[in-house]
C-alpha cells in the first residue's frame, strides 16, 4: 500500500515538474506571439487632439497600454518626403510634431545619414512591446527557476537521495570514453559559464544595478558579455561532440515506455527498472539538450551577428507557407524589419536558455546528490557493478558479458 502511494505521488510530481517546465516556455512565447499586433484607425471623435494628455503619460508609466488610433492620424498635411528631407535640415529649437508622428507610425521615408539595415527606423513601435516582454520573460523565468529548485528540494526532502540498495560491489564498469567526458564537460561548463552571464545580462539591469552601482555593474556587464560572446563557440562544438557520440544511444527503444510508466523507479524503494546505456529518462534530457541548445545556439548567432541572420523573418514565412499548404493560416507577420527579428530572437533566445536551466537544475541534481553512485560516470568514466545492474540492468549484462565476468555473479532481479 506505502509503495503504490509513493508510486502515484512520485508520478504527480513528475507531472508537476512537466507542468512547471511547460508553463515556463508557454508563458514566454505567448509574449512572442503578441508583438505582431497591429492598431489601425477609427472614426475621429470632434474633439480628438494628437497631443499626449497627462492621462496617457501617466497610464504608460503605470504600464498600460495606450491607443494610438487618433495620434496616428495627425500627420500634418505636407507628407512628401521632401517636406521631411527639408524637415531634417537644422531646426534649432523648433520641433515638428507631425513629422515625428509621421516617423513614429512608418508613415514616411526620411532620408538619414546612418547606413546599415536599421537605417531609416528612427522610431521602432515594436521596442516597447520588446522591452515589456523581456521583462515578463524574466519575470516568469525567475518564478520557474524558483519553482524548478523548490521542487528538486521537495523531492530531496521526501525521497531522500537515490541510494544503491545492493552496496557498492567494488568491481567498476567503464562507461564513459575519455572523449565521451571530454565531450561532456566542454558543453557542461560552457553551458554554466553561458546560463550565468546570460542571466546576469538579463537581471543585471533588472535587479542588480542598485545594489552593486552603476560603474561595476558596467564593468562586470563588459566582462560578461565577452565571456558570453566567446564561449558560445565551445558551447556549440560541444553540442556537436556529445550528439555524435551519444545519438544512437538515444534512439527510443521498448523499454523505455515502462521505465516511464514506473517512474524509472526514482519514486520508490527497491524499485529497479530495466534500461539500456541510457534510461528513457536520460533520453528525454539528450534531446531536449540537442534541440533546445541548437535552438539556443541559432538565435544566439543572430544576436551575435547583428541583421545578418533573420531567422525569424525566414521562420514565420516558411510556417505561413506551409500552413497555406494545409489549408491553415497561421497568420505570422512577415516582412519583419530587421530590428524586430532581433528582438524577436533575444526573447526566443531567451526563453528556451530558462527552459534549458530549468532542466539542468535537474540534471546536475540527479548526477551529484540525487543518485549515489552516479557522478564517478562523468567524474572517472567508471561506475560500480552494483549501479550499473540497478539502474542500466540490460546494459550491464551486455558490458559484463563483454568483460567475460558474468559467470561468477547471479544478475540482477528486474521487479515485475
Ligand atoms: C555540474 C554539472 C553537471 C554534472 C555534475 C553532470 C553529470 C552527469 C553525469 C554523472 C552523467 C552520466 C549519467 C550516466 O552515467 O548515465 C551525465 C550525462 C549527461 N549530461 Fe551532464 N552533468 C552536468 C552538466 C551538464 C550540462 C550543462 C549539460 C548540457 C547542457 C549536460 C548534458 C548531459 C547529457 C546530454 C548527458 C547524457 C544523458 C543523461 O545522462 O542525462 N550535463 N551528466
Redesign the pocket.
Known amino acids: 500500500m506505502w509503495k503504490r502511494n509513493n508510486l502515484w505521488a512520485g508520478r504527480a510530481l513528475m507531472l508537476l515538474i512537466t507542468a512547471l517546465v511547460l508553463a515556463l516556455s508557454v508563458a514566454g512565447t505567448g509574449a512572442l506571439r503578441a508583438q505582431g499586433g497591429d492598431e489601425r484607425a477609427r472614426p475621429l471623435p470632434l474633439d480628438a487632439s494628437p497631443s499626449q494628455t497627462l492621462e496617457d503619460i501617466l497610464a504608460r508609466q503605470r504600464g498600460e497600454k495606450v491607443s494610438n488610433d487618433i495620434r496616428r492620424q495627425f500627420l500634418g498635411t505636407d507628407l512628401t518626403p521632401e517636406a521631411a528631407r527639408e524637415q531634417l535640415g537644422i531646426l534649432g529649437g523648433a520641433s515638428d510634431p507631425d513629422l515625428w508622428r509621421r516617423i513614429r507610425f512608418n508613415e514616411i521615408d526620411p532620408t538619414v545619414s546612418a547606413r546599415g539595415p536599421v537605417e531609416g527606423v528612427l522610431i521602432q513601435d515594436a521596442g516597447m512591446r520588446w522591452l515589456e516582454e523581456r521583462t515578463t520573460v524574466a519575470r516568469n523565468g525567475a518564478i520557474g527557476l524558483g519553482g524548478v529548485i523548490l521542487l528538486l528540494a521537495l523531492f530531496f526532502l521526501l525521497r531522500g537521495r537515490v541510494r544503491l540498495e545492493t552496496g557498492f560491489s567494488g568491481v567498476e564498469i567503464p562507461?564513459?570514453t575519455e572523449m565521451e567526458r571530454i565531450s561532456?564537460w566542454l558543453?557542461?561548463s560552457s553551458?554554466?559559464l553561458l546560463g550565468l552571464t546570460g542571466l546576469w545580462s538579463l537581471y543585471g539591469r533588472l535587479a542588480l544595478i542598485e545594489l552593486i552601482g552603476r560603474d561595476s555593474y558596467a564593468t562586470v556587464t563588459a566582462l560578461t558579455k565577452q565571456v558570453h560572446n566567446n564561449v558560445a563557440w565551445a558551447f556549440i562544438l560541444g553540442l556537436v561532440m556529445?550528439f555524435v557520440q551519444?545519438v544512437a544511444w538515444?534512439l527510443p527503444s521498448r523499454e523505455d515506455i515502462t521505465w516511464l510508466l514506473k517512474g524509472g523507479g526514482l519514486f520508490s524503494k527497491g524499485v529497479h527498472v530495466p534500461a539500456r546505456?541510457?534510461n528513457a529518462?536520460?533520453?528525454i534530457?539528450?534531446w531536449l539538450?540537442t534541440l533546445l541548445?541548437t535552438s539556443v545556439a541559432l538565435t544566439g548567432l543572430s544576436l551575435l551577428f547583428p541583421y545578418q541572420l533573420p531567422i525569424f523573418d525566414r521562420i514565420y514565412a516558411f510556417i505561413n507557407a506551409a500552413g497555406g499548404l494545409v489549408g491553415a493560416d497561421p497568420g505570422l507577420p512577415e516582412g519583419l524589419l530587421p530590428v524586430e527579428d532581433m528582438q524577436l530572437a533575444q526573447l526566443w533566445h531567451s526563453i528556451i536558455a530558462m527552459v534549458?536551466i530549468g532542466v539542468?537544475f535537474a540534471?546536475?541534481y540527479i548526477?551529484?546528490i540525487g543518485m549515489e553512485g552516479?557522478?564517478s560516470?562523468?567524474?572517472r568514466g567508471k561506475?560500480d557493478r552494483n549501479w550499473a545492474r540497478e539502474?542500466?540492468s540490460i546494459w550491464a549484462e551486455e558490458q559484463e558479458k563483454a568483460m567475460g565476468a558474468a559467470e561468477d555473479t547471479p544478475p540482477a532481479q528486474p521487479v515485475e
Open positions: 562507461r564513459f561532456h558543453l557542461a553551458f554554466i556529445v551519444w538515444n546505456k541510457f529518462g536520460q533520453k534530457v539528450f539538450v541548445g534549458m539542468i540534471h546536475i548526477g551529484t552516479a557522478f560516470a562523468m567524474g561506475v539502474h542500466h
